[in-house]
């Protein structure tokens, strides 16, 4: 086939979000077979895409060129207009010619959202000016773009010398050969009138012409696609009228042949240029080096030697004076590991942020692969030491698989930011950024998105995704294979147009956020290495998700705010704070009789990983764990490779002793004696290949990732060596490929215990706290939850079974969050609906000059505009104000007139009028009667507390029929 003539340059993929119905693998495909040489990607505002776009064409011998259809404003960036329609951003094509292109393209693209962003819901755009361009245009191509391009606008507009202006402008400032008149043809009237003019500006000017085609996606007959998936965006339906639409369905990638039709009245140029400029394009994105932020270290010193010196002194500390033998010569094996792999600088940073937030009190836990390491135990990273519970280095970090070492640490989210803020002042605030995070389009979202779109009610298309299987990350393929309902949907007219349009959807990039951890840094600024992006919070993100910056050799840091850590955190704050005990939580005793009771009898309300299910509080009740070894399978076990293999079952029976323990081969008894015979961790299925078949941990390491990662080839070559080395062990070939096809699904979902152990830590730890601080450890839970209905309830359950009162909500007792009275817990007022944050904050200080005496009182020591009347009846109806005598039905009577009387006595106040009363400081004055109205019966009183707190506080509605219950009841 003869090399096509035409390159397209003006394409966007799914990264211009819910606008580009390309998917990259798609575009490169159709490259492919259209035997084109290069393709261009210019995705709106973003290099989101980039690189999967780069990669991909690489792999497939297509030329990619990288550029973005950038939005410009005709002033400045910084103009934010809030009375116009719609924001002013016109469009314009910048391709990159060589790497100083690159580095400019990310520079601007990252401006564009950090200084130029305009906010106008949908229409938000990054912008760009003219002062960004003439300062970053080098090593750029510049195209005039569609008929929303700023010249192209300007003639629309009938402004032909204005539009002259502008395009001299931007000439000025590429120079010769790097702007160009982008003509298409679409069919629309608007080009019919823009681009004759447009010709006739460039012949003035003396630029040079290229043709472009628009394309969003990829056949014509994917145009409908495309008008879903904007309708998506903008949250319109087909048959509105007033929907974003494309006039036509000519925005595809057409033949070289289609594009000369469509051009054909324009000079042959139009299409020449094209390859023209692909041939001018050149970039190389081949990263090899990590870009890894520098740390100071003291004089006398570098990286290697103060890591040691750190590591050396950490762990005397640790152990309090003499170290043992087998512990110093883990940590030298360890050191040298990391010094010949070049982590010694990685490791101190996280060192330094975990020595800053350790010194602000911040409580942390290090998940994952990081707690095999005995070097981060000493640096105080870790809270527990690898040695104690058999963990594995290798696992973490080795020779044969040198990768980034992962270290994941998780904080309390209100801490979390304080140390990312130490980071940003340490290294610099251009310097520390987020990582972006992709959320595509999964089968049963995408269902309801495209049954929306085409006026689908809510409740048909929920009809429709009920009937997808409820397996995690099912696609729709999958789904209408195993279900025969959807196989006789996709036959019908209405419904198969619904999963056709779906399917063609379905994993496509919807949202792009902030990643939920993830944190890079560098010395210099960050856009220099990766486009930046501001999300809604001001949060600054690389435009690249975790394994792009890993791509391209930015390091990235995990800090993840988890709920669980502040809840500890703030538990441990209120014994101190109640009791005066402060509890060290990293010297609690790991054999308390008193917190394996509370597990074993099924008490795992609140506990981190064991209050999941049902399931979850047999299985423990089952194992009774006495010991922590016992305590730390119980997350790897519960979950569905285990269960669906018989392992979990085994791992119970024979610990009570119901299963002979057995093992597959003499040379696993090591492995695997501490979880009677099973294999439960990855770190065991690494011992197996050491023990047996003579693998180095390095080694182990890598058979280990490969059966986790099914990876074939691999595997092969791993089977071979395994029964190799155990044959040279004297173990037959037999018994060693019967081992190996043995652990080989074991190793697909064996948990690595280093991340268990971190994990049951936290379980115990909680566990404990609520073993001996059940209250304070409650109320602290139901605070964290308080907006929660469903886990309030299940909380205050379980105060019932822990002999704890919930005392109900008081005006003159609760606070914000649910508190400790005596042995019992007073209701917080959070958890009112209805009743604000600042609306409580008046009313604890309005309670700071003494206790309310009645609802007058409260009324006129209140501020009517913050607790206003609503508010008022919320506490009214879930008795708040019972304490003060009178029942809520009286309450409820006597608002109104209280309303009037402290609106009456505030203005007086507030005139500076005096009464003979207050001259003498009595408390109240002519305080209204509470009227004699009946009370509301206990159906209205449990109606409104279910209303107003989500549940039933003063009773059941089915406590009257108890003692029917009760006869007729034959088992319990």
Same mark, same amino acid.
């Given at each position: 086939?003869?090399?096509?003539?035409?390159?397209?340059?003006h394409n966007h993929s799914?990264?211009?979000l819910?606008?580009?119905?390309?998917?990259i693998?798609?575009m490169?495909?159709?490259?492919?077979?259209?035997?084109?040489?290069?393709?261009?990607?210019?995705d709106?505002?973003n290099?989101f895409?980039?690189?999967d776009?780069?990669?991909?064409a690489?792999k497939?011998d297509?030329?990619?060129i990288?550029?973005c259809?950038a939005?410009?404003a005709?002033?400045s960036?910084?103009d934010?207009?809030?009375?116009?329609?719609f924001?002013?951003?016109?469009h314009?094509?910048?391709?990159?010619e060589?790497?100083?292109?690159?580095?400019?393209?990310?520079?601007?693209?990252?401006l564009g959202y950090?200084?130029?962003?305009?906010y106008?819901?949908?229409?938000?755009?990054p912008?760009?000016?003219k002062?960004l361009l003439?300062?970053?245009?080098e090593?750029?191509?510049?195209?005039?773009?569609?008929?929303?391009g700023t010249?192209?606008s300007?003639?629309?507009?009938?402004?032909?010398?204005?539009a002259?202006?502008?395009?001299?402008t931007?000439?000025?400032?590429?120079?010769?050969?790097?702007?160009?008149i982008?003509?298409?043809?679409?069919?629309?009237?608007?080009?019919?009138k823009v681009?004759p003019?447009?010709?006739?500006?460039?012949?003035?000017?003396?630029?040079?012409?290229?043709?472009?085609?628009d394309c969003h996606?990829?056949?014509?007959?994917d145009?409908?696609?495309?008008e879903?998936?904007m309708?998506?965006?903008?949250?319109?339906?087909?048959?509105?009228?007033?929907?974003?639409?494309?006039?036509?369905?000519q925005f595809?990638f057409k033949t070289t042949?289609?594009?000369?039709?469509a051009?054909?009245d324009f000079?042959e140029e139009?299409?020449?240029?094209?390859?023209?400029?692909?041939?001018?394009c050149?970039i190389?994105l081949d990263?090899?080096?990590?870009?890894?932020?520098?740390?100071?270290?003291p004089?006398g010193?570098?990286?290697?030697?103060?890591l040691?010196?750190?590591?050396?002194?950490?762990?005397?500390?640790?152990?309090?004076?003499?170290?043992?033998?087998?512990?110093?010569?883990?940590?030298e094996?360890?050191?040298?590991?990391?010094k010949?792999?070049g982590?010694?600088?990685?490791?101190l940073?996280?060192a330094?942020y975990?020595?800053?937030?350790?010194?602000?009190g911040?409580?942390?836990?290090?998940?994952?692969?990081a707690?095999?390491?005995?070097?981060?135990?000493?640096?105080?990273?870790?809270?527990?030491n690898?040695?104690d519970y058999?963990?594995?280095?290798?696992?973490?970090?080795?020779?044969?698989?040198i990768?980034?070492?992962?270290?994941d640490?998780d904080?309390?989210?209100?801490?979390r930011d304080l140390?990312?803020?130490?980071?940003?002042?340490?290294?610099?605030?251009?310097?520390?950024?987020?990582?972006?995070?992709?959320?595509?389009?999964?089968?049963k979202?995408?269902l309801?998105d495209?049954?929306r779109?085409?006026?689908?009610?809510?409740a048909?298309?929920?009809?429709?995704?009920?009937?997808?299987?409820?397996?995690?990350?099912?696609?729709?393929d999958?789904?209408?294979?195993?279900?025969p309902?959807?196989?006789?949907?996709?036959?019908?007219?209405?419904?198969?147009?619904?999963?056709?349009l779906?399917?063609a959807l379905e994993?496509m990039?919807r949202?792009?956020?902030i990643?939920?951890?993830g944190?890079v840094?560098?010395?210099d600024?960050?856009?220099?290495?990766v486009?930046l992006?501001?999300?809604?919070?001001?949060?600054?993100?690389?435009?690249?998700d975790?394994d792009?910056v890993k791509?391209v050799?930015?390091?990235?840091f995990?800090?993840?705010?988890?709920?669980?850590?502040?809840?500890i955190?703030?538990?441990?704050?209120?014994?101190?704070k109640?009791?005066g005990v402060k509890?060290?939580l990293?010297?609690?005793?790991? +054999?308390d009789?008193?917190?394996? %009771? *509370? @597990?074993?009898?099924?008490l795992?309300?609140?506990?981190?990983?064991?209050? =999941?299910? /049902?399931?979850m509080?047999?299985?423990?009740?089952?194992i009774?764990?006495?010991?922590?070894?016992?305590?730390?399978p119980?997350?790897?076990?519960?979950?569905?490779g285990?269960i669906?293999?018989g392992?979990?079952?085994?791992?119970?029976?024979?610990?009570?002793?119901?299963?002979?323990?057995?093992?597959?081969?003499?040379?696993?008894?090591?492995?695997?004696?501490?979880?009677y015979?099973?294999?439960?961790?990855?770190e065991?299925?690494?011992?197996?290949?050491?023990?047996?078949?003579g693998?180095?941990?390095?080694?182990?390491d890598?058979?280990r990732?490969a059966?986790?990662?099914?990876?074939?080839?691999?595997?092969e070559?791993?089977?071979?060596?395994?029964?190799q080395?155990?044959?040279?062990?004297?173990?037959?070939?037999e +018994?060693a490929e019967?081992?190996? %096809? *043995? @652990?080989?699904?074991?190793?697909?979902?064996a948990?690595n215990?280093?991340h =268990?152990a /971190?994990?049951?830590?936290?379980?115990?730890?909680?566990?404990?706290?609520?073993?001996?601080y059940?209250?304070?450890f409650?109320?602290t839970?139901?605070?964290s939850?308080?907006?929660?209905?469903d886990?309030?309830?299940?909380?205050?359950?379980e105060?019932?079974?822990?002999?704890?009162?919930?005392?109900?909500p008081?005006?003159?007792?609760?606070y914000?969050d649910?508190?400790?009275?005596?042995?019992?817990?007073?209701f917080?007022?959070?958890?009112i609906?209805?009743?604000s944050?600042n609306a409580?904050?008046?009313?604890?200080k309005?309670?700071d000059?003494?206790?309310?005496?009645?609802?007058q009182d409260?009324?006129?020591r209140?501020?009517?505009?913050?607790?206003?009347?609503?508010?008022?009846?919320?506490?009214?109806k879930c008795?708040a104000?019972?304490s003060?005598?009178?029942?809520r039905a009286?309450?409820?009577e006597?608002?109104e007139?209280?309303?009037k009387? /402290?609106?009456?006595?505030?203005?007086?106040k507030?005139?500076?009028?005096?009464t003979?009363f207050?001259?003498?400081?009595e408390t109240?004055?002519?305080d209204?009667?509470?009227?004699?109205?009946?009370?509301?019966?206990?159906?209205?009183?449990?109606?409104?507390?279910k209303?107003?707190?989500?549940f039933y506080?003063?009773g059941?509605?089915?406590?009257?029929?108890?003692d029917?219950?009760?006869?007729y009841?034959?088992?319990?």
């Amino acid at each position: 086939m003869p090399t096509p003539d035409f390159v397209h340059l003006h394409n966007h993929s799914e990264y211009s979000l819910l606008d580009g119905a390309c998917r990259i693998k798609d575009m490169i495909g159709w490259a492919q077979q259209q035997n084109a040489p290069a393709i261009g990607l210019t995705d709106h505002g973003n290099m989101f895409g980039i690189l999967d776009f780069y990669k991909t064409a690489k792999k497939a011998d297509v030329k990619p060129i990288i550029g973005c259809e950038a939005y410009i404003a005709l002033n400045s960036r910084y103009d934010q207009d809030p009375n116009r329609r719609f924001p002013r951003a016109y469009h314009l094509i910048l391709l990159v010619e060589n790497q100083q292109g690159y580095k400019n393209l990310m520079k601007l693209v990252s401006l564009g959202y950090t200084e130029g962003y305009e906010y106008k819901g949908i229409f938000s755009r990054p912008r760009i000016d003219k002062e960004l361009l003439q300062n970053y245009h080098e090593g750029l191509i510049v195209l005039t773009s569609c008929i929303h391009g700023t010249v192209p606008s300007l003639l629309l507009q009938n402004q032909p010398q204005q539009a002259f202006e502008e395009l001299a402008t931007l000439k000025d400032i590429m120079g010769p050969g790097h702007l160009f008149i982008e003509i298409q043809m679409h069919g629309l009237e608007e080009e019919n009138k823009v681009m004759p003019q447009l010709l006739e500006l460039g012949r003035k000017l003396e630029l040079p012409l290229v043709g472009t085609n628009d394309c969003h996606y990829i056949r014509k007959e994917d145009a409908e696609v495309h008008e879903v998936l904007m309708n998506i965006q903008t949250g319109k339906t087909l048959e509105d009228e007033k929907r974003l639409s494309f006039a036509n369905d000519q925005f595809y990638f057409k033949t070289t042949e289609e594009m000369q039709s469509a051009l054909k009245d324009f000079p042959e140029e139009v299409i020449t240029n094209t390859v023209a400029i692909a041939e001018r394009c050149h970039i190389e994105l081949d990263y090899k080096d990590y870009i890894m932020p520098q740390c100071e270290v003291p004089e006398g010193h570098d990286t290697d030697s103060y890591l040691v010196h750190l590591c050396r002194e950490g762990l005397k500390q640790r152990y309090k004076g003499t170290v043992p033998e087998d512990a110093n010569e883990q940590l030298e094996y360890e050191l040298g590991i990391i010094k010949q792999t070049g982590f010694s600088g990685y490791l101190l940073i996280v060192a330094d942020y975990v020595r800053f937030a350790r010194k602000r009190g911040f409580p942390i836990s290090a998940r994952g692969s990081a707690g095999g390491s005995l070097a981060l135990y000493a640096l105080g990273v870790t809270s527990f030491n690898p040695m104690d519970y058999d963990l594995i280095f290798e696992r973490f970090l080795n020779l044969e698989r040198i990768s980034m070492p992962d270290i994941d640490l998780d904080f309390a989210p209100e801490h979390r930011d304080l140390v990312i803020e130490y980071l940003s002042g340490k290294y610099g605030h251009d310097c520390v950024a987020h990582v972006a995070a992709f959320s595509n389009m999964k089968a049963k979202a995408v269902l309801r998105d495209v049954g929306r779109v085409l006026g689908m009610s809510p409740a048909e298309a929920d009809r429709i995704v009920k009937l997808i299987p409820p397996v995690l990350n099912i696609s729709l393929d999958e789904a209408i294979e195993s279900v025969p309902g959807l196989q006789e949907m996709e036959k019908s007219e209405e419904q198969g147009r619904l999963i056709r349009l779906a399917r063609a959807l379905e994993g496509m990039k919807r949202h792009v956020s902030i990643h939920a951890s993830g944190v890079v840094m560098v010395n210099d600024a960050l856009d220099k290495h990766v486009p930046l992006f501001k999300d809604k919070n001001e949060r600054i993100a690389t435009q690249f998700d975790g394994d792009m910056v890993k791509d391209v050799g930015l390091v990235k840091f995990d800090f993840l705010g988890v709920k669980t850590i502040a809840e500890i955190h703030h538990t441990v704050q209120l014994i101190e704070k109640i009791h005066g005990v402060k509890i060290d939580l990293e010297e609690i005793p790991f +054999d308390d009789q008193k917190t394996y %009771e *509370l @597990i074993g009898k099924g008490l795992l309300a609140g506990l981190f990983q064991l209050e =999941t299910s /049902a399931g979850m509080r047999a299985v423990i009740m089952q194992i009774k764990p006495t010991k922590f070894e016992d305590f730390i399978p119980i997350p790897a076990l519960y979950r569905p490779g285990p269960i669906e293999s018989g392992m979990m079952d085994s791992f119970i029976n024979r610990k009570l002793g119901l299963e002979e323990i057995t093992y597959p081969h003499p040379t696993l008894e090591n492995a695997l004696s501490k979880t009677y015979g099973v294999c439960i961790y990855q770190e065991q299925v690494m011992q197996i290949a050491r023990d047996m078949a003579g693998f180095t941990m390095g080694q182990a390491d890598v058979l280990r990732k490969a059966m986790g990662d099914k990876n074939l080839n691999v595997l092969e070559q791993q089977r071979e060596l395994f029964i190799q080395g155990a044959m040279e062990k004297g173990i037959s070939a037999e +018994d060693a490929e019967r081992v190996f %096809e *043995l @652990i080989l699904p074991f190793a697909g979902y064996a948990f690595n215990k280093a991340h =268990t152990a /971190a994990y049951a830590i936290l379980s115990y730890q909680m566990a404990y706290l609520k073993a001996h601080y059940p209250v304070e450890f409650m109320a602290t839970l139901m605070t964290s939850e308080s907006a929660d209905t469903d886990k309030i309830v299940i909380y205050m359950a379980e105060c019932r079974k822990l002999g704890i009162k919930v005392l109900p909500p008081d005006i003159n007792e609760s606070y914000t969050d649910f508190t400790v009275s005596g042995r019992n817990i007073r209701f917080g007022l959070a958890a009112i609906k209805n009743v604000s944050s600042n609306a409580i904050d008046a009313i604890v200080k309005a309670r700071d000059d003494g206790p309310f005496e009645s609802l007058q009182d409260f009324c006129e020591r209140t501020d009517p505009k913050t607790v206003n009347r609503r508010s008022i009846e919320c506490l009214i109806k879930c008795g708040a104000f019972d304490s003060l005598g009178g029942h809520r039905a009286q309450y409820w009577e006597y608002l109104e007139d209280t309303l009037k009387q /402290a609106q009456s006595t505030q203005k007086d106040k507030a005139r500076g009028q005096t009464t003979l009363f207050s001259i003498l400081q009595e408390t109240v004055a002519e305080d209204i009667s509470l009227p004699d109205v009946p009370e509301w019966s206990l159906d209205e009183v449990l109606r409104y507390e279910k209303e107003l707190l989500g549940f039933y506080l003063s009773g059941h509605p089915l406590d009257q029929y108890c003692d029917t219950l009760e006869h007729y009841t034959t088992a319990t």
